[in-house]
């Protein structure tokens, strides 16, 4: 199905754009192309890759917080299923970003530091690299996303070889909220001004919605001229993004 004759929610409750689909960099990958992978990543910012992890170890991940954690707490709903994961409350998240016991658990650790995932990055990188030990896990409830943001704003006072993989543990169409990128924007000209200003700021005590440059991106594409990319991913997809690459995810605007 194509991306372009779809209309998706990008922020908030009524604000949408049509939207284009994503770069798929997967043939590079499978070809063992390092090079080309770098010099589509200098050039869009992002990386979109099919199959990087083995779909078997991102469904126990799934399975593990589903029956685990979100279950026993309280948050789903009796008709959930580990493939259908329906609240009980449509309106409340189950805050897995104050979990970080979740993000440590053995199958989740078996999807986010995947041997598959240092092959890449130490790659793209040119070196061996690390990752940090804090990682943003999130269950999004219904008419709730992320915010148009950098991840400089989160990641920038260190190192500034930084890579995020976004992962989505299980299937995530556009209507759930995936992924959704400004091809461009670490580089382009007409993005500069952004750069220096929302770029060099950092993220508030709150560590989340005080790094957001807005909650509106239909705006923030209007204002900059351009469109927002994003894609349907499945178990095992990655989405690599640069640390001034503009991104958010698309408003979930489904019961799961």
């Given at each position: 199905m194509s991306l372009k004759r779809r209309r998706v929610v990008v922020a908030g409750d009524t604000a949408t754009r049509r939207t284009a689909p994503m770069y798929d960099s997967s043939p590079l990958w499978a070809a063992g192309d390092i090079a080309g992978l770098r010099q589509r990543l200098d050039r869009d910012g992002y990386?979109?890759?099919?199959?990087?992890?083995?779909?078997?170890?991102?469904?126990?991940?799934?399975?593990?917080?589903?029956?685990?954690?979100?279950?026993?707490?309280?948050?789903?709903s009796p008709a959930a299923?580990?493939?259908?994961?329906?609240?009980?409350?449509?309106?409340?998240?189950?805050?897995?970003?104050?979990r970080p016991?979740?993000?440590?658990?053995?199958?989740?650790?078996?999807?986010?530091e995947h041997a598959q995932l240092y092959r890449l990055m130490d790659g793209l990188l040119g070196q061996p690299c690390q990752t940090v030990g804090y990682k943003w896990l999130r269950a999004v409830a219904h008419r709730q996303f992320t915010g148009?943001?950098?991840?400089?704003?989160?990641?920038?006072?260190g190192s500034q070889r930084v890579l995020t993989a976004w992962i989505p543990i299980g299937?995530?169409?556009?209507?759930?909220?995936?992924?959704?990128?400004?091809?461009?924007?670490?580089?382009?000209r007409r993005f500069a001004?952004?750069?220096?200003?929302?770029?060099?700021t950092s993220v508030g005590a709150d560590g989340?919605?005080?790094?957001?440059?807005?909650?509106?991106?239909?705006?923030?594409?209007?204002?900059?001229?351009?469109?927002?990319?994003?894609?349907?991913?499945?178990?095992?997809?990655?989405?690599?993004?640069g640390l001034d690459v503009l991104h958010l995810s698309a408003s979930n605007q489904t019961d799961r």
């Amino acid at each position: 199905m194509s991306l372009k004759r779809r209309r998706v929610v990008v922020a908030g409750d009524t604000a949408t754009r049509r939207t284009a689909p994503m770069y798929d960099s997967s043939p590079l990958w499978a070809a063992g192309d390092i090079a080309g992978l770098r010099q589509r990543l200098d050039r869009d910012g992002y990386l979109l890759l099919r199959n990087v992890l083995p779909a078997t170890d991102v469904n126990d991940a799934r399975r593990h917080i589903v029956e685990c954690v979100l279950r026993p707490e309280g948050f789903l709903s009796p008709a959930a299923t580990v493939d259908r994961v329906q609240a009980a409350d449509a309106s409340v998240s189950p805050g897995l970003l104050a979990r970080p016991d979740v993000a440590r658990s053995a199958p989740v650790q078996a999807v986010l530091e995947h041997a598959q995932l240092y092959r890449l990055m130490d790659g793209l990188l040119g070196q061996p690299c690390q990752t940090v030990g804090y990682k943003w896990l999130r269950a999004v409830a219904h008419r709730q996303f992320t915010g148009v943001h950098t991840d400089r704003v989160y990641l920038g006072k260190g190192s500034q070889r930084v890579l995020t993989a976004w992962i989505p543990i299980g299937h995530v169409s556009v209507e759930e909220g995936s992924m959704m990128v400004a091809a461009g924007s670490h580089r382009a000209r007409r993005f500069a001004g952004l750069r220096e200003g929302y770029g060099k700021t950092s993220v508030g005590a709150d560590g989340v919605e005080s790094g957001w440059l807005s909650r509106d991106g239909d705006a923030v594409a209007e204002q900059w001229g351009f469109t927002w990319l994003t894609a349907d991913f499945n178990p095992g997809d990655v989405c690599v993004i640069g640390l001034d690459v503009l991104h958010l995810s698309a408003s979930n605007q489904t019961d799961r």
